[in-house]
Every structure is written in structure tokens, then in C-alpha cells.
């Protein structure tokens, strides 16, 4: 996501780099290629072109500190502006009704019912809210089935109506279904069709103005571009939505979706999803995803998304072992299955600030822990519970049952030696020292309510 945009950006302030001063011919220089970056990224050319000349503008206007050089001034009124464009801040949800009605909107194939699915989830992990699922797209072969899937995935109901093509109906009545049964929150999935019509428009417009939704979100697979821009401009002159979903950030996409829509449709971008599994979905900070255009990482997304893997008492337990020296494979495996709830490792590490543009290249395997996984699960549990029982021929034994080499099982046993030692010297840093780590992170700002 945005790794080309990133590349160019970078290019564009070297030009500045040795500068004494900003003038009006080294900032146009840069600016001009700024554009150009901008423009090959998909961005919407009023967009760009407006956004230049505020940067410009305001860099002229600037007396640049004889502490600040001339590029790295540029690089913050750009990431300022950046922030500004995409929407200033992270817009919550109003779900203020009981039930609250969400209203899901969008093209066929953007992506909206496995959203639907992934929102529903978070409103249930996160919120502790009680979501039901209502099935209003009645066309598409098996769409209500899919449905049915993926409100099973994440363990919430779905409402449905077999035979009926009336959607106002069916809505009207999961909505009394939820008041009956103490659902606060019901997601109504509707129909998509390959290209905007006025079939299409006219119902959804129906089932807007019969349920009042709290929300209408407008679901738009951000790999299509510009084109993905229009579709928001033509659904919003005929909704009124109140945000966009962008979906499928996480693949080969310029992000010119991201940096267009908030300016032609004047409505926030309130959710990303950011892969194909139910938790793979974040609320849209502006400032966050503008560190991330500029190389800077994502640090305060990453402690959340650890914070959300996070069991307090399970914490508690781990330290006390690690205190006594007893943390164990059984230990061990179950970090690497909280890693692994955060998301792909490339996309974790492209939020370590430096980290995005050393791993741009290189092909992370998601799948790297199932040598590890079944390494430990070829030892015993006297194994998996004393590690330092583990001898040569062990070593072998495990080695053979779980289809690796020795020297993988050896590697293993020394990253687990020196992951025990690390962790043993966290936990000596006492809750004092922790607690003040914890309070420079919640500095930057945490999740907003949905």
C-alpha cells in the first residue's frame, strides 16, 4: 500500500536536501514533482494540483529555523497537508438508536458483504455489541449464503427471508426481530450490481428512507482507482452516505482512492480493511495513514492491534513464569499464535518506523511459523513443559516427526534461549518503568469510539 507513492515522495524532497533556504524556484521544482507522484498514484488532478499549490503557498510563506533544513520543513507542511486532505481525524460511528441501523451500500464485488461480516465482528470484540446481520441482497446467487458464512466466522446472527424479494420488508422486519430479542445493533447488507443503475438506486434509496439509518457506508474496493472516486461521487449525489469503506488496501493499490474520495465526495473515510480475514479491519486515522505515505511508520496501530491480542490476566500468569525462569514451548507457541492474530508479518513491520521501505522488495511468507508450529508439536508435553530436557537425540526425534531438518530444530532451540533471556529482562524492568512506556505511547492518541 502506497509503497510507490512513498518512493516518489522521497525522491521529490532530495531535491531540497543540501538547500540553505527555501525559494520559489527549488519549491516549485519539488512540488512539481510531488504532483507527478501524485498523479501516477491515481490521485484525482484537481486533488494534486490543489494540494501543491497549498503546500507551495505555505512553504513560501514560512520562515524555515535555522535548526529545520529546508527538506525536512517540506516533508511536515506536506505530511500537514496530507493529514487535511484525507480528513483531519478518525470519524466514529453515531449508533445511538437501540437497535442502531447500519445501512451497507456499494458496488458488486467491492467487497461489502465480507465487510459487513468484518464490522459486525468488531462492533462484537471490541464494543461488546450484540449485531445482527440482515440478508437484503435477494439477487445475487448465493449472496444471502455467503452471508449465512460469514456471520458464522465471526459467531453473530443473520436474519433472513427465504422467497421474499422485498427488501423493505425483510429490513423492517429484522429491525422488530432485533427490538424483541435485544440486539443493539443491526448491519443490513444489500444488493450490488456490476455498474450504477436506476433499478439498483431506486431500491436502495427505498430501504434508506423506510429504516432511517443511524450510518449508510458506502463500500468501494480502493484497487480500482479513479474509478473508485466516481462510483462514491454518483452513490453519494443519490444516498447522501455518511463515510466510505475503503476495501483491499492491502494489495497492489496506488492509493489514489484514499487521497481523492474525502476531497470529491466531502464525506470521511471511517474504515480500511486491510486483508481477507474477519479481524483484518482498522478505523481510518488520517495522521496515521500520512506517517505511513511518508515512511514514518505506525507505531500507536501496532501497540493497538497487540493491545486487542492482549488478555491481562493470561499477562499476569506469563510474567510470574518468566520471573521464575519457567516459561515454556507451551508459552512460546502461544505468542506466536497472538503474532499471528495481528495480521501479515509485512504488513506489522511496515508499521515499525524505517522498517516499510528495507522490506518493500522482499516476499514475507505469512506461513513462516509452520515450521516452528509443527517443530513444537512434535515434542511431548514433558518436552514442550522442560525445554532443557531436549538433547541430541530429542533434538533428532522431533526433527524427523516434524518433517525438518536438524538445524532448523537447533535454530529454534537458540531463538528460544535468547526470546526467554529477552524476556526475562522486560519483565525485571518493572511495572513502574512499563506503565511509563505505555503513558509515551497513549501520547500520540488511541482508537476513537465507534
Do not use: W
Amino acid at each position: 500500500m502506497f509503497e510507490n507513492l512513498s518512493e516518489r515522495l522521497e525522491r521529490s524532497f532530495k531535491i531540497l536536501k543540501g538547500e540553505g533556504k527555501i525559494t520559489e524556484i527549488n519549491v516549485a521544482e519539488t512540488l512539481k514533482d510531488v504532483r507527478r507522484a501524485l498523479l501516477d498514484a491515481d490521485v484525482n488532478y484537481k486533488v494534486a494540483k490543489n494540494f501543491t499549490d497549498t503546500v507551495k503557498q505555505k512553504a513560501l510563506g514560512m520562515n524555515v529555523l535555522t535548526a529545520i533544513k529546508p527538506s525536512q520543513l517540506m516533508v511536515k507542511i506536506v505530511h500537514d497537508e496530507l493529514t487535511e486532505l484525507m480528513g483531519g481525524k478518525a470519524v466514529e460511528l453515531k449508533l445511538e438508536s437501540r437497535p442502531a441501523i447500519i445501512l451497507m451500500s456499494g458496488l458488486q464485488g467491492s467487497g461489502k458483504t465480507t465487510f459487513t461480516g468484518k464490522l459486525a465482528n468488531l462492533l462484537k470484540t471490541r464494543q461488546h455489541k450484540k449485531p445482527l446481520l440482515v440478508a437484503c441482497d435477494v439477487y445475487r446467487p448465493a449472496a444471502i449464503e455467503q452471508l449465512k458464512v460469514v456471520a458464522q466466522t465471526v459467531g453473530v446472527d443473520v436474519y433472513t427471508e427465504d422467497g421474499n424479494k422485498n427488501v423493505v420488508e425483510i429490513a423492517q422486519h429484522a429491525i422488530r426481530k432485533a427490538k424483541q430479542e435485544d440486539y443493539n445493533v443491526v448491519i443490513i447488507d444489500t444488493a450490488g450490481r456490476l455498474a450504477i443503475d436506476e433499478e439498483m438506486m431506486n431500491e436502495i434509496a427505498n430501504l434508506k428512507q423506510a429504516v432511517n439509518p443511524d450510518e449508510t457506508l458506502f463500500v468501494v474496493d480502493s484497487m480500482t482507482g479513479q474509478d473508485a472516486v466516481n462510483t462514491a461521487k454518483e452513490f453519494n449525489d443519490r444516498l447522501d452516505f455518511d463515510g466510505v469503506v475503503l476495501t483491499k488496501l492491502d494489495g497492489d493499490t496506488r492509493g489514489g482512492a484514499a487521497l481523492s474520495i474525502r476531497t470529491v465526495v466531502t464525506k470521511p473515510i471511517k474504515f480500511v480493511g486491510t486483508g481477507e480475514k474477519m479481524d483484518a479491519i482498522d478505523v481510518f486515522h488520517p495522521e496515521r495513514m500520512a506517517d505511513r505515505i511518508l515512511g514514518m511508520g505506525d507505531v500507536v496501530s501496532l501497540v493497538e492491534r497487540a493491545q486487542m491480542q492482549f488478555d491481562e490476566e493470561e499477562a499476569k500468569k506469563l510474567e510470574k513464569k518468566i520471573r521464575k525462569n519457567k516459561f515454556d514451548f507451551d508459552d512460546f507457541m502461544g505468542q506466536i499464535q497472538q503474532i499471528k492474530k495481528m495480521g501479515s508479518i509485512k504488513d506489522l513491520a511496515s508499521m515499525i518506523p524505517g522498517v516499510g521501505k528495507q522490506i518493500k522488495d522482499l516476499d514475507i511468507d505469512d506461513n513462516a511459523f509452520k515450521s516452528i508450529e509443527a517443530i513444537i508439536n512434535s515434542m511431548t508435553p514433558k518436552e514442550r513443559a522442560n525445554p532443557d530436557i531436549i538433547n541430541q537425540s530429542r533434538r533428532l526425534r522431533i526433527a524427523k516427526g516434524s518433517g525438518t531438518k536438524i538445524d532448523e530444530v537447533n535454530r529454534l532451540m537458540k531463538q528460544f534461549d535468547q526470546t526467554k533471556k529477552m524476556m526475562k529482562m522486560v519483565s525485571g524492568m518493572g511495572s513502574s518503568k512499563m506503565a511509563q512506556m505505555a503513558a509515551a505511547m497513549k501520547m500520540k492518541g488511541g482508537m476513537p469510539k465507534i
